[in-house]
């Protein structure tokens, strides 16, 4: 449910009093967006700078929406990556037994994986780690699997994934909830079910869009997708908002949009 960009680690929510402690006058996450949108064009535009930046915006505090909703997730990994040659090397942040105290009732590890990468096996590792420390604290991990680099070069996102999916699950990888890209047609999207078996795996917004992640959700539950983590595609507007608009945009335009993909996800 997050998204690293321009305007940071602001967090999508379905509850509206999440929503309300993301955006409102007294939460962090609105000081963290407004300082955010105020250095715009700063020239602060790498990984791991804005890494530093909104790590505010990833720690579970009081207020926080994790905090708030008990069925929402921590993150497990730290913002950003550590870049060499081109390979993306992550590290855990916080422990699962540190993350179940503050009250998670779930994990959530980002990982930027390429198959043909040196930091591939580095990162099965992590995975690996993550998992293990999950299963120790009788958490669920939901594991968010993004593909870049050589693979993306030659192969579409789907088929990337499915070399992603393979090498995790013979490492034993094998998580609670595989959060993925949108793979890109109806046949992948069967394939990575397929992979899956009894794991569910659920589809990730990557910012497209609402209009195209509406039917891209659609393809992919029709396919046996369970479901989605929506971020931005949901409320990437909103900063082009203000006063009654921006509340209106907020209160009518993204529950309707949650309502819409809700009834695609579950059918109703």
């Not at 088929?159 to 094998?174: F, I």
Request: hydrophobic fraction near 35%; proline fraction near 3%.
């Amino acid at each position: 449910m997050s998204y690293k960009g321009k305007y940071g680690y602001l967090n999508f929510c379905a509850a509206r009093e999440i929503f309300d402690a993301c955006l409102g006058s007294s939460g962090e996450f609105k000081e963290t967006a407004q300082s955010r949108r105020s250095r715009r064009g700063a020239g602060r535009s790498s990984n791991r700078a804005e890494g530093a930046h909104f790590k505010i915006a990833q720690r579970p505090v009081q207020r926080s929406p994790w905090v708030i909703s008990s069925s929402l997730s921590f993150f497990f990994g730290e913002s950003g990556y550590e870049e060499r040659e081109g390979d993306r090397y992550s590290k855990l942040q916080y422990e699962a037994k540190q993350l179940k105290e503050w009250g998670a009732s779930g994990t959530k590890l980002l990982l930027y994986f390429d198959p043909q990468g040196k930091s591939a096996e580095h990162q099965i590792d992590v995975a690996k780690t993550a998992l293990e420390a999950s299963r120790g604290q009788n958490i669920p991990l939901f594991l968010e699997v993004v593909t870049y680099g050589k693979t993306r070069d030659s192969a579409s996102a789907g088929e990337a994934t499915l070399q992603a999916m393979r090498m995790l699950l013979a490492r034993g990888v094998k998580p609670d909830v595989w959060k993925l890209e949108f793979p890109g047609s109806a046949e992948l999207a069967k394939e990575i079910t397929e992979l899956a078996a009894d794991t569910p795996w659920i589809l990730l917004t990557r910012g497209v869009s609402f209009e195209q992640f509406a039917k891209e959700l659609q393809t992919s539950v029709e396919n046996g997708a369970r479901g989605f983590l929506a971020g931005r595609a949901v409320w990437q507007e909103v900063m082009e908002f203000r006063g009654e608009e921006q509340e209106k945009f907020l209160n009518e335009t993204v529950p309707s949009r949650f309502r819409k993909i809700s009834q695609i996800a579950f059918r109703v």
